[in-house]
């Protein structure tokens, strides 16, 4: 494939991420693939520090989580291997379930280990407080639910945490393995611009 010639584009800001592209190219005729330099000194890496409790009821009559498919060992085995179920689980700033609602944990998770609990989770963690409202950052991966003290990984995120990356340490407050009933704490640190 032929390169085009080289496009010079000084300090094009994108409005809402500060990123500046200070030298862009265009592969092929049209520009569907444009690569481009960073202007690094007009980028701060910024952290923050968040703390929430979160809230999942798989049981009662407004469960917070549900279970959208098993296998037919599903029920045999003792940590519910091949369960796949979607949460919508209230994030709060304490650990009553009266305390302030500052944004809510969707997504699915699964059961994927035959010998201990541990769930996948594919979850976006949407915040509705102050300047973090509409802000979103997402969580993969593997959450060891048979542990206290659990660390998940930040992979993304939206707004405030547009290309974010991070990690979660949680820990059980509540856990019933009976109904699935669980308080969490979080302290997720992420790294974002
Ligand atoms: C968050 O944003 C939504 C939609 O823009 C708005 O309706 C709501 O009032 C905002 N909440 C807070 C706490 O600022
Ligand atoms: C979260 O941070 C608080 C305050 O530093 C600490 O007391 C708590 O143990 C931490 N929890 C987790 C799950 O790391
Ligand atoms: C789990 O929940 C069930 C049903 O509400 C209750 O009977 C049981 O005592 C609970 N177990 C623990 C360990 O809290």
Same mark, same amino acid.
């Given at each position: 494939?032929? @390169? #085009? ?12 991420? &500060?990123? *500046? ?11 569907? +693939? ?8 007009? @980028?701060?890496?910024? *952290?923050?520090?968040?703390? +929430? ?5 798989? &049981? ?9 498919? !098993? ?5 045999? #085995?003792?940590?519910? +291997? ?17 305390? !302030?609602?500052?944004? @809510? ?8 280990? !035959? ?30 639910? #048979? /542990? ?22 949680? !820990? &059980? ?5 009976? /109904? ?14």
């Amino acid at each position: 494939m032929e @390169r #085009s010639a080289e496009t010079l584009v000084l300090a094009i800001l994108l409005i809402s991420t &500060a990123i *500046v592209l200070v030298k862009c190219e265009n592969e092929g005729e049209d520009s569907s +693939f444009v690569e481009c330099e960073l202007n690094l000194r007009h @980028r701060k890496q910024k *952290v923050s520090q968040l703390h +929430f409790y979160l809230y999942d009821n798989p &049981a009662g009559s407004n469960p917070t989580a549900v279970p959208i498919a !098993k296998a037919a060992m599903t029920e045999k #085995s003792a940590t519910q +291997f091949g369960l796949l179920a979607v949460a919508d689980d209230p994030l709060t700033v304490g650990a009553e379930q009266t305390s !302030k609602l500052i944004g @809510r944990a969707q997504g699915m998770y699964a059961s994927d280990s !035959k010998q201990e609990w541990n769930l996948l989770l594919a979850m976006h963690y949407t915040f509705i407080e102050g300047k973090y409202n509409g802000s979103s950052i997402s969580v993969l991966g593997m959450n060891h639910v #048979s /542990t206290q003290d659990r660390e998940l990984t930040v992979v993304g995120g939206t707004g405030i945490f547009r290309m974010a990356r991070g990690y979660a340490m949680t !820990k &059980a407050i509540y856990n019933n393995f009976t /109904t699935g009933e669980a308080l969490i704490q979080y302290n997720v640190t992420v790294f974002h611009y």
